[in-house]
């Protein structure tokens, strides 16, 4: 795990596009070896998918930059070079730009992922142990948005400008695709999985709107999908450490027998369908009313997966946690000490980031001011 956390922190902090890539990859390759070891009965399939789809991206990741360097051109402010600064003043002509834009989409739409890249992630979250599932989820999927707001939008803003709608539309497809797949899921690695394709589509979407409360809501919910989300992972880990099976199906009546494990989850529920005070309300209400902004049904068709949102989540709690004990639960247990410090420190941040959230958006505002420049 230390070298997918090295290249974690070298996507997030390179400034030279060749580094950036080399990063990327780096990041990938624990995630391959720790899942194909330690992970579920169809681990090998899986993996497969995952490197499959990873590797194609990354290729068309790799030409893109390649093209890109051989069209920069050394100026005042920057050389020849893969550097970042280079990368944002290179100059392209309408056609290249669409087709390098494309080039570097898929690659980030892959590892977002978004409709229709995303068949990857369901399997692989499923068969991954609990550990490589909190960091795919909680922080390596953010590398896709990630790669769209530090590179993709500054290089190609004329690209941007042509294709939104069609990133858009393919984002708003997918929320409600992964929210209506949601509700009907029997394993709960597969429901949380579904669940933050439809959260993560909505931030693909809002991103394109370049709008700057749209940009400035991206870039708080960033953290806090990454909280709520290891918040359930965490969950849904212990219930299977202890019962062995994460069948909704099979479950029920947990609150009869661990009431605080319970308590925890319907904060982090409630935070997940971004109730009021939680997290997760301040950003999707900024993303929404910057698709609002953009193109009203867009935000017509994006907001029903509040409503399906609210369905899968109360639905997934009333199953697990609620009704009558059987068989297998009547033998749980409540959470031990360090597991109920654990989850309060994933309250305490939901509450407090829902609460006072200001700090997350004097950060950002200076990278947002730069970035919307370049469609003005």
Same mark, same amino acid.
């Given at each position: 795990?230390? !070298? ?22 780096? @990041? ?31 290729? !068309? ?152 409360? @749209? ?49 925890? !989850? ?47 989540? !109360? ?62």
């Amino acid at each position: 795990m230390l !070298l997918s956390q090295a290249g974690l922190m070298g996507v997030f902090v390179a400034t030279d596009a060749l580094l950036f890539y080399f990063f990327w990859e780096l @990041a990938l390759i624990p995630v391959y070896f720790l899942c194909s070891r330690w992970g579920g009965e169809r681990r090998i399939q899986a993996t497969f998918k995952f490197f499959v789809y990873t590797f194609a991206g990354s290729l !068309l990741m790799l030409v893109g930059i390649i093209y890109t360097y051989l069209h920069t051109a050394a100026t005042p402010v920057s050389d020849h070079s893969f550097a970042m600064q280079a990368f944002h003043g290179v100059l392209l002509n309408p056609v290249q730009q669409n087709w390098m834009f494309w080039l570097f989409f898929i690659a980030f739409a892959i590892k977002m992922p978004v409709f229709p890249f995303h068949t990857w992630q369901p399997d692989t979250y499923e068969q991954s142990p609990a550990a490589v599932t909190m960091v795919l989820s909680g922080v390596m999927v953010k590398m896709g948005l990630f790669g769209v707001i530090r590179w993709l939008l500054p290089m190609f803003p004329q690209a941007v400008m042509k294709f939104d709608n069609v990133v858009i539309g393919l984002s708003v497809v997918g929320i409600i695709y992964a929210s209506l797949i949601a509700i009907k899921q029997d394993d709960l690695k597969r429901f949380a999985a579904y669940s933050s394709i439809a959260h993560i589509g909505l931030m693909c979407a809002a991103i394109f709107t370049t709008k700057t409360i @749209a940009l400035e809501g991206v870039m708080v919910q960033l953290f806090n999908h990454g909280i709520n989300i290891i918040g359930l992972w965490i969950v849904i880990e212990l219930i299977e450490k202890q019962l062995g099976v994460r069948k909704i199906s099979q479950l029920g009546g947990v609150a009869h027998r661990a009431p605080v494990l319970t308590i925890m !989850l319907v904060v982090i529920a409630f935070a997940n369908i971004a109730l009021p005070l939680t997290n997760a309300f301040i950003g999707e209400f900024m993303m929404f009313a910057g698709l609002f902004q953009f193109n009203i049904w867009y935000a017509a068709f994006a907001g029903f997966s509040i409503i399906l949102a609210a369905v899968y989540t !109360l639905n997934m709690v009333q199953k697990v946690f609620y009704g009558e004990n059987n068989d297998l639960t009547a033998s749980m247990t409540d959470i031990s000490l360090n597991e109920k410090f654990i989850l309060s420190v994933v309250l305490v941040l939901i509450f407090f980031v829902g609460v006072y959230p200001q700090p997350f958006f004097e950060i950002t505002k200076d990278s947002i001011y730069f970035l919307l420049t370049r469609f003005r």
